[in-house]
T-cell receptor
Framework: DTAVSQTPKYLVTQMGNDKSIKCEQNLGHDTMYWYKQDSKKFLKIMFSYNNKELIINETVPNRFSPKSPDKAHLNLHINSLELGDSAVYFC?????????????FGPGTRLTVL | QKEVEQNSGPLSVPEGAIASLNCTYSDRGSQSFFWYRQYSGKSPELIMSIYSNGDKEDGRFTAQLNKASQYVSLLIRDSQPSDSATYLCAVVGNQFYFGTGTSLTVIP
């Protein structure tokens, strides 16, 4: 069984469109995250949710809006897509917020904006 | 200054050699340290965690932590071509910070 799953795996779209990426974890974790990994492989945290509450909101454009309907799901909606949004987006989850808990990553969504 | 810095790669070692990956961090209050491995096109996967000063060994992998020097390293003994990947250091204080990664190639 997949622990952290994301859909879609690939997303190719035009500039200006709106798109969503879905994430689900079946590990029973309390905390979920969204990361952006650029072409240089740097993993940058975007958002963190703990029990459906937004905890960390790094400096990302407000075109990005996370939504957590329950603690097993954290979706990412992106409005007015731009070329610079092209990257791999990873969802992750852990037992607690930061602390000593490892994060488990989803397979990633490769977003290409044309 | 970035919160977590890793030695710049890429790093190439011959098969059977020891690969040494280094990481320094800026937050003295950091308490948890992780090494992740990421194969090309895949997601990061945890290979080692370390929480206290000293060495921690797991098979061919040894993590070393020195909080006074704000330094954590990963040694891979008897390197195999299957170890070729990007290695990410993660440091946790009040937040999870990843380094920029070091690309390792093990040459058969």
């Amino acid at each position: 069984d997949t622990a952290v799953s994301q859909t879609p795996k690939y997303l190719v779209t035009q500039m200006g469109n709106d798109k969503s990426i879905k994430c689900e974890q079946n590990l029973g974790h309390d905390t979920m995250y969204w990361y952006k990994q650029d072409s240089k492989k740097f993993l940058k945290i975007m958002f963190s949710y703990n029990n459906k509450e937004l905890i960390i909101n790094e400096t990302v454009p407000n075109r990005f809006s996370p939504k957590s309907p329950d603690k097993a799901h954290l979706n990412l909606h992106i409005n007015s897509l731009e070329l610079g949004d092209s990257a791999v987006y990873f969802c992750a989850s852990s037992w607690g917020l930061a602390g000593g808990y490892e994060q488990f990553f989803g397979p990633g969504t490769r977003l290409t904006v044309l | 200054q970035k919160e977590v810095e890793q030695n710049s790669g890429p790093l190439s070692v011959p098969e059977g050699a020891i690969a040494s990956l280094n990481c320094t961090y800026s937050d003295r209050g950091s308490q948890s340290f992780f090494w992740y491995r990421q194969y090309s096109g895949k997601s990061p996967e945890l290979i080692m965690s370390i929480y206290s000063n000293g060495d921690k060994e797991d098979g061919r992998f040894t993590a070393q932590l020195n909080k006074a020097s704000q330094y954590v390293s990963l040694l891979i003994r008897d390197s195999q071509p299957s170890d070729s990947a990007t290695y990410l250091c993660a440091v946790v204080g009040n937040q999870f910070y990843f380094g920029t990664g070091t690309s390792l190639t093990v040459i058969p």
